[in-house]
């Protein structure tokens, strides 16, 4: 079994950057596909960045690619968003996920989540 927990979220103003994290127990998870979503109020889980085990390859949403980078430490267990140049659509609540398997765009994809971290951008 695998546990996720997020950290990093909090309220920055529009044009700022934030970091989240995700660190995994239970096992390693460095065999593992690893992803974020977000999911605004009303809205669907939606995908952000998601990057293949070994750290190399990584895929984004287009509303975030240039601004937003996926990145992991495999040696802690933990991957990282990095979130630049943020703007106040980009609120949400931010979870990580992780998948035996290869990247994957689909939230219901992905075996394991975190709890989740909010993201709020102010104008």
């Known amino acids: 079994q695998v546990q996720l927990v997020e950290s990093g979220g909090g309220l920055v103003q529009a044009g700022g950057s934030l970091r989240l994290s995700c660190a995994a127990s239970g096992r390693t998870v460095s065999d593992y596909t690893m992803a974020w979503f977000r999911q605004a109020p009303g809205q669907e889980r939606e995908f952000v960045a998601t990057i293949g085990s070994s750290g190399i390859v990584a895929n984004y949403a287009g509303s975030v690619k240039d601004r937003f980078t996926i990145s992991r430490d495999n040696a802690k267990n933990t991957g990282y968003l990095q979130m630049n140049s943020l703007k106040p659509e980009d609120s949400a609540v931010y979870y990580c996920?992780?998948?035996?398997?290869?990247?994957?765009?689909?939230?219901?994809?992905?075996?394991?989540w975190g709890q989740g971290t909010q993201v709020t951008v102010s104008s």
């Open positions: 996920a992780v998948r035996v398997g290869h990247m994957h765009v689909s939230a219901t994809a992905y075996d394991y």
